[in-house]
């Protein structure tokens, strides 16, 4: 049978009321929440028919699932996601009539969802309400996203025509548009209106429609509410209003609820979850606080680090990692001169570990955004290693990239006509598909009519297109005809420079021409997602950098392609993928490139605290090995996350703890004993020693003897405190060496250096305290003011951290001897 630990088994006694559990990475939750089931139907607390365990994701309800299978007694335990639960409201009320009938094929998946937005996009061109050109530009999946983000927080696109009873309007909210973007909003009015004409569901209305139907129907909601009589909800830390509110109404009448999550790892802002719910949950329901620290997954080097680094963020519930699988593995922070040699060290790691015995399969190499995977796709495959790439295709085959390439096609067949050459109709249809593509993209205000008219010339009569813009002046206003004389003149240009200028040089003048970043940064309702668009262009600027001319460049890329899908087995692959899509995932060795600041965190990026929320999430995959990889030069810093911790003397100490554990005590010297004397505390992993540590009796009491007897030595010198020892320290090594007194004892080398006090003369080691009010400049955040000054001891040395608001940024709080931060001025 299962052991549980202490803190599962509290989880699993819990009967009746709310309870909250903060459940860290690894944590075996879904082992306590089976349990608890489990008891809770064998004692009769609840019939099982009346118990829903649920959760946002689909993967983590059928791992529960899975689990429960092995008691007969908990078959019919209700287990459904969030929105199969609304649907199910919702097919409840179809049947009853407060909906009309859903039809046979209502249910719309995520890809059907484009023809409600296809045909709301033909809607406004009819009525007239959204410029063509808006519309030809428009990125459909951002469209949906923003869609998808207000009907999960309650935003409708007209509040007053949705005539919510009194009780729900405080909830809900009319939809803003995103800035720079007005249109937003008529567009998700007008999608809601087909959607209703077709009588069609999707994914997104399951949770909208499912908490209005229980707000709006008094008979309904008590049906709901009677259905169950305990609810579980794993990964609560991701709810958004709509569901949140929707669990409100399900558990009203009993309350007994319990929300499984850590806010450490709520990453999915930009989705509409919102960690308030999370965090605010043990005071609206007044609930029971329980908390599982023990790691089951990572080494104590993994946990050292992401404890650290996590611990920075001011909004979170605070509390740390146990190692519970103790020491061992590796944790590794490698620094390379450029990016390319970055790429290759990462190829040469998973070489080596499939050469250690581990699986392609077994090894995941974590990115930030998809813009960081070209180098890393190449290092692969030119190492002959397979990988493959979750939920996204190669970065050449991306829209973004794709379409600088497309322009460049485009101009090579307007050279062609104006060289009074034939196009093939493999060539027409090719040029066809480009211009449709290209020609308001960027915007250029060029209306449909107009646009056609170039492409009939160009196709019928065989006029370059490059020719038949400036022809157009007369018939717009003066900013489109100053458009189409620039997308002439850029043809001409493109079309002569693609033979002779390097491709790298090409792109990125065709890239400023264009305004191509910008563009892609303002047409999306969410600022990361076209910042992250416009880093994959600027990835792709940098990857085409001796590669030739833009000929050559595409030959390379095609030969890459070819040298992927040629690469076997696809079973047994290595797994390339963002960290976002890494969540709820565990790999034996994960590798994390582009550890830089403008990277981890990413520029783009308007929420810091979130940033660390993700880079936490990576530093949290790996079961043996973790490696981490940054560029190191003049003008490429280290990721803040880690300056602000020192990563590379905490990986040490962690290191050096582990070794001095494996060597004879009696061996150590009184600075050795000191550090294995302090790591526990100021790590966080007493619980590792007291619970989890793997060593022999009379090894623990070895070691803690030793420990012991130093400590002692310290106290009768009246010198602990100022070598940093607390009195938390004494009590776990007195409590780890047992009643035994009569261990060996052995003397301490350099003890008297240990013991010497600094000479009185001696110059201060820590610099001058900031002072609150001051202004400091800091290299990634910029100019700040210091709002807080806080001393903290580490060991056996005072450390002073800064909160400090950085303009336009919520405050960030740094370790002021580590952080590269100096006063302006100095």
Same mark, same amino acid.
């Given at each position: 049978m299962l052991h549980l630990t202490d803190q599962q088994q509290q989880i699993v006694a819990h009967s009746h009321g709310p309870a909250l559990v903060f459940a860290v990475a690894g944590a075996g939750k879904t082992t306590a929440m089976v349990h608890r089931v489990e008891r809770l139907v064998r004692e009769r607390v609840f019939a099982p028919r009346r118990i829903l365990v649920s959760s946002f994701?689909?993967?983590?309800?059928?791992?529960?699932?899975?689990?429960?299978?092995?008691?007969?007694?908990?078959?019919?335990?209700?287990?459904?996601?969030?929105?199969?639960?609304?649907?199910? +409201?919702?097919?409840?009320?179809?049947?009853h009539s407060a909906l009309p009938a859903i039809p046979a094929d209502g249910l719309k998946t995520n890809g059907e969802e484009r023809t409600l937005l296809w045909a709301a996009r033909d809607l406004a061109r009819q009525r007239g309400l959204v410029g063509a050109d808006d519309l030809d530009a428009m990125d459909d999946q951002d469209l949906l996203t923003y869609i998808a983000v207000c009907k999960?927080?309650?935003?409708?696109?007209?509040?007053?025509?949705?005539?919510?009873?009194?009780?729900?309007?405080?909830? %809900?909210?009319?939809?803003?548009p995103p800035p720079g973007l007005p249109y937003y909003r008529d567009l998700y009015r007008l999608y809601e209106e087909v959607r209703h004409e077709?009588?069609?569901?999707?994914?997104?209305?399951?949770?909208?429609?499912?908490?209005?139907?229980?707000?709006?129907?008094?008979?309904?909601?008590?049906?709901?509410?009677?259905?169950?009589?305990?609810?579980?909800?794993?990964?609560?830390?991701?709810?958004?209003?709509?569901?949140?509110?929707?669990l409100d109404l399900l558990v009203a009448q009993h309350r007994n609820v319990m929300a499984i999550g850590d806010d450490d790892q709520t990453i999915y802002g930009f989705r509409g979850a919102q960690m308030a719910f999370f965090r605010g949950f043990a005071q609206r329901y007044n609930?029971? +606080?329980?908390?599982?620290?023990?790691?089951f997954r990572c080494r104590v080097g993994h946990v050292v680090l992401a404890n650290r680094v996590i611990a920075q963020n001011r909004e979170r519930h605070p509390k740390t990692l146990v190692a519970a699988r103790g020491w061992g593995g590796q944790t590794a922070l490698h620094t390379a001169p450029t990016d390319l040699a970055m790429a290759r060290l990462v190829a040469e790691r998973v070489a080596a570990a499939h050469s250690a015995g581990y699986r392609y399969a077994q090894i995941a190499v974590l990115v930030r955004l998809n813009a960081h995977t070209p180098l890393i796709e190449q290092a692969l495959i030119s190492a002959h290693i397979p990988y493959q790439m979750a939920g996204d295709e190669p970065f050449f085959r991306r829209r973004e990239i794709a379409d600088l390439f497309a322009y460049v096609e485009l101009a090579a067949f307007d050279q062609r006509l104006r060289a009074q050459q034939p196009l093939s109709p493999a060539q027409a249809e090719r040029l066809t598909a480009c211009w449709r593509r290209l020609y308001n993209r960027p915007k250029r205000y060029l209306n449909r009519q107009l646009s056609q008219e170039c492409l009939t010339a160009a196709l019928h009569h065989h006029h370059p297109l490059s020719v038949t813009l400036? /022809?157009? &002046?007369?018939?717009?206003?003066?900013?489109?005809?100053?458009?189409?004389?620039?997308?002439?003149?850029?043809?001409?240009?493109?079309? /002569? %420079?693609?033979?002779?200028?390097? &491709?790298?040089?090409?792109?990125?003048?065709?890239?400023?021409?264009?305004?191509?970043q910008d563009f892609l940064r303002t047409q999306?309702?969410?600022?990361?997602?076209?910042?992250?668009?416009?880093?994959?262009?600027?990835?792709?600027?940098?990857?085409?950098?001796?590669?030739? /001319?833009?000929?050559?460049?595409?030959?390379h890329l095609a030969e890459l392609e070819t040298e992927r899908a040629q690469l076997t087995p696809q079973s047994d692959a290595v797994d390339l993928r963002t960290i976002h899509r890494a969540k709820g995932l565990e790999w034996p060795v994960v590798l994390l490139p582009f550890c830089n600041a403008g990277h981890m965190p990413f520029r783009g990026s308007e929420d810091l605290e979130e940033e660390r929320r993700i880079f936490y999430v990576a530093l949290t995959r790996a079961r043996e090995e973790l490696h981490l990889y940054a560029v190191e030069d003049r003008e490429t810093e280290l990721s803040p996350f880690l300056l602000a911790v020192g990563a590379n003397a905490l990986l040490r100490q962690s290191e050096q703890f582990a070794a001095l554990l494996e060597r004879d005590p009696l061996t150590w010297s009184a600075a050795e004993t000191l550090n294995v004397a302090t790591f526990p505390r100021e790590y966080g992993q007493e619980r590792l020693l007291r619970h989890w540590w793997q060593a022999a009796p009379e090894v623990r009491r070895r070691v803690a003897g030793r420990v012991v007897a130093l400590i002692e030595h310290l106290d009768a010198q009246q010198a602990a405190?100022?070598?940093?020892?607390?009195?938390?320290?004494?009590?776990?090594?007195?409590?780890? &060496?047992?009643?035994?007194?009569?261990?060996?004892? %052995?003397?301490?080398?350099?003890?008297?250096?240990?013991?010497?006090?600094?000479?009185?003369? %001696?110059?201060p080691s820590q610099p001058t305290p900031y002072r609150v009010g001051e202004r400091v400049?800091?290299?990634?955040?910029?100019?700040?003011?210091?709002?807080?000054?806080?001393?903290?001891?580490s060991g056996r040395s005072v450390e002073c951290y800064l909160t400090v608001r950085f303009n336009g940024r919520a405050p960030v709080k740094l370790l002021a001897g580590i952080a590269p931060i100096r006063r302006i001025g100095e």
């Open positions: 994701n689909r993967a983590a309800v059928d791992t529960i699932g899975h689990a429960l299978a092995q008691w007969p007694h908990c078959a019919t335990v209700a287990r459904h996601t969030l929105h199969a639960l609304g649907f199910k +409201i919702i097919r409840h009320a179809a049947q999960s927080n309650l935003r409708y696109p007209d509040l007053e025509a949705a005539r919510l009873p009194a009780a729900a309007q405080h909830l %809900a909210t009319q939809a803003e077709r009588g069609w569901i999707t994914f997104d209305d399951m949770l909208l429609l499912g908490w209005e139907l229980l707000v709006r129907h008094a008979d309904l909601r008590q049906y709901w509410q009677q259905s169950y009589d305990a609810v579980l909800v794993d990964e609560f830390q991701d709810v958004s209003l709509a569901q949140a509110e929707m609930a029971q +606080i329980y908390e599982m620290t023990d790691n400036p /022809t157009l &002046a007369d018939r717009v206003t003066a900013r489109v005809a100053n458009g189409l004389r620039d997308l002439a003149e850029l043809l001409v240009w493109l079309g /002569t %420079a693609q033979a002779t200028l390097p &491709a790298a040089d090409l792109l990125a003048e065709l890239d400023e021409r264009l305004g191509y999306s309702g969410f600022p990361e997602t076209g910042a992250g668009y416009a880093a994959n262009v600027e990835a792709c600027l940098l990857y085409a950098q001796g590669k030739g /001319t833009m000929s050559q460049f595409r030959a405190e100022r070598l940093g020892l607390t009195r938390a320290d004494p009590e776990l090594w007195a409590e780890l &060496a047992g009643p035994v007194v009569d261990l060996p004892r %052995a003397p301490f080398t350099g003890l008297e250096h240990l013991l010497k006090p600094p000479p009185p003369s %001696a110059p400049q800091h290299p990634h955040f910029g100019q700040g003011t210091v709002i807080a000054v806080e001393a903290g001891r």
